[in-house]
């Protein structure tokens, strides 16, 4: 897909593919919407302190312009500390000539101006004492066989219209299924109605997710793992 940039309705650049009519992160800053919308609920600092010596799985499903990993990776390095987990990030892209447009453009896109994302575009791959990334290049369905199960999903696909297998309970019972032995929260923006029963159907537990811009809440999908653990989660049924 062609990638071009643009500058979304609050004033900051971000990319859209002109032929689906599709914009990435259209409202407001994308770094402070990759904390409010997926950091933050999914918990991610409380996470990394967990006793536990197996590094935390973190999915970045649709990397696109780098702003959910950039606002990750920002958290955690103030997590950085003896005995915290190592953490496992696995960036999932089928066109990723717009993340490389985004790091080469720093005056643009200044949250990207770290050595860390100027290498991960030129190999897709980095690996340090407190970090490790892949980004699986290609259609997500394919790649997600060579991650390991997360405990993390940053669910950030275009939109159902343009992409309506990401949206399917079929797609969500898989998921579901490959986090079976995790506790796993899911975070993305989409509240539509169809989206929530696509989850709930597919075996997830659904609740509120928090606000950003002109959307009044988001979606958290958890399994019964990650509901037995927490209970920070605020519920909902998905409307009829």
Same mark, same amino acid.
């Given at each position: 897909m062609p990638l071009e940039m643009a500058i979304n309705s609050s004033g900051f650049w971000t990319l859209r593919e002109p032929t689906l009519r599709e914009q990435m992160h259209p409202l407001g800053n994308p770094f402070q919407e990759g904390l409010c919308l997926y950091v933050r609920p999914?918990?991610? =600092? =409380?996470?990394?302190?967990?006793?536990?010596?197996?590094?935390?799985?973190? !999915?970045? +499903?649709?990397?696109?312009? %780098?702003?959910?990993?950039?606002?990750?990776?920002?958290?955690?390095?103030?997590?950085?500390a003896p005995g915290v987990r190592k953490l496992a990030l696995h960036s999932? =892209?089928? @066109?990723?000539?717009?993340?490389?447009?985004?790091?080469?453009? #720093?005056?643009?896109?200044?949250?990207?101006t770290d050595a860390i994302f100027s290498a991960v575009s030129k190999s897709w791959v980095?690996?340090?004492?407190?970090?490790? !990334?892949? +980004?699986?290049? %290609?259609?997500?369905?394919e790649q997600l066989a060579n991650a #390991? @199960?997360? =405990?993390?999903?940053?669910?950030?696909?275009?939109?159902? &219209?343009?992409? #309506?297998l990401f949206w399917s309970e079929e797609s969500f019972r898989r998921l579901f299924e490959i986090c079976s032995s995790k506790a796993t929260v899911l975070a993305t923006y989409a509240n539509a109605r169809t989206v929530r029963q @696509?989850?709930?159907?597919?075996? !997830?537990? +659904? @609740?509120?997710? #928090? %606000?950003? &811009?002109?959307?009044?809440?988001?979606?958290?999908a958890v399994n019964e793992n990650e509901r037995r653990r927490s209970s920070q989660y605020s519920w909902c049924a998905p409307k009829t």
């Open positions: 999914c918990a991610v =600092e =409380e996470r990394l302190c967990f006793p536990d010596t197996a590094p935390l799985v973190v !999915w970045d +499903v649709g990397l696109g312009m %780098g702003a959910n990993a950039a606002a990750l990776l920002s958290k955690v390095r103030e997590c950085f999932f =892209e089928n @066109a990723p000539e717009g993340f490389r447009c985004a790091v080469d453009h #720093p005056d643009r896109f200044p949250y990207l980095y690996d340090d004492e407190k970090l490790s !990334w892949r +980004v699986h290049v %290609g259609d997500f369905f #390991p @199960a997360p =405990e993390v999903i940053f669910y950030d696909p275009f939109s159902r &219209g343009v992409n #309506p @696509a989850m709930a159907n597919g075996g !997830w537990q +659904v @609740a509120v997710g #928090p %606000g950003f &811009g002109n959307r009044n809440q988001t979606t958290l």
